[in-house]
């Protein structure tokens, strides 16, 4: 399979959807100068493509999980792919990203209160084959916060 690219129009139409995702495809087709079945093709193949999704984005500290907290996880070098699959099956984390630094692993999730926390790391992640230490990081205050960067999905295989 070939990687899907994106030409300048579909950057725009995806730059459009990342202002207001409720924006309509007329109103897209109209801002752009092209037709509305160009636009509504447009979308199909990006979705069909994996490049475009659509989901809601909800303010996490008013949806009842006002903790964010990021896990710094030293792994052996073995075991990083294996425990970033580890990880990413633990329904209270939301993210999972294998590093270059400081860490070889960072854990995301949203939590209820720091004993939650507690006991997701005491019981669930240092109990882990391969994890040395986990280094846990609370947010206090975001400055910026672009919802478009919201959901960070795993890339698709390609078939060479």
Partial sequence: ????????????????????????????????G????????????LQQEGLVQFTVVTDFRMAGSPNL?????HADPGRVSALAEDLS?????GCV????GRYN???MGLFKSVEQVDDLIRARIKTLPGVRDVEVSTAIHSFKYDV???????PKP???
Avoid at 34 to 45: N, S
Avoid at 97 to 100: D, F, K, Q
């Fill in 1 to 32: 399979m070939i990687a899907p690219r994106l030409d300048d129009l579909d950057r725009k139409i995806v730059a459009a959807l990342g202002l207001d995702a409720r924006v309509s495809n007329r109103q897209i087709a109209a801002d752009l």
């Fill in 34 to 45: 092209v037709t509305e079945g160009t636009i509504r093709t447009r979308l199909k193949r």
């Fill in 69 to 73: 907290v990021m896990m710094g996880i």
């Fill in 89 to 93: 099956a633990i329904e209270e984390i």
């Fill in 97 to 100: 990203i294998v590093l270059l």
């Fill in 105 to 107: 692993l960072m854990a």
């Fill in 148 to 154: 478009r960067m919201a959901r960070i999905t795993r």
């Fill in 158 to 160: 390609l078939d060479d």
